[in-house]
């Protein structure tokens, strides 16, 4: 009998120790920045020219791989992001749009063409690339570019990624 008492106490103190494990585990998680169902609200970044509404405030960073870009990143889910890219330059939007043409010419792929502020503006057709989905946009901005890109998986609405995306505008 003693040692089935006993028996009983070890299982319940394994069951407490695993559950304050898993309690202090999910408590020490640092928050996500992944935004449950907050509203939007605009955002502006007067400096690079334009304003976007994001569901939190992003602080921009420099470009893993093109350190001459300047990137807002915001996380949509686990799986879905929205990123800004930023590159100040000086060449006409017509030089920039006619080697986008060219591009998608060369992978049968056609472009929407369209204006953001006044500006000209363009959009490749939706790529599916395995699970996911993936849209980009550039938008000629004066004396700068941005290349909003956005991924997510084709299981999931696109529906706050577009209206983020086309909240974009341009400031002066």
Known sequence: MLLQCSGVLNMKRLLLLIVCALVGAVSAQEPSKTPTSRPLKEYSYVPDGFAIKFPYAVEPHTDSIHSDFKVWTVHLSQRAAISIRVKVDSEP???A???????AASQNETIREFSVSGRPAWEEKEDIRGDNRFLERYVCGFGRYYVLSFGWPASESRQLGMEIIDSFRLVK
């Open 93 to 95: 939007c017509d030089a």
């Open 97 to 103: 749009l006619a080697k986008l043409k060219s591009m």
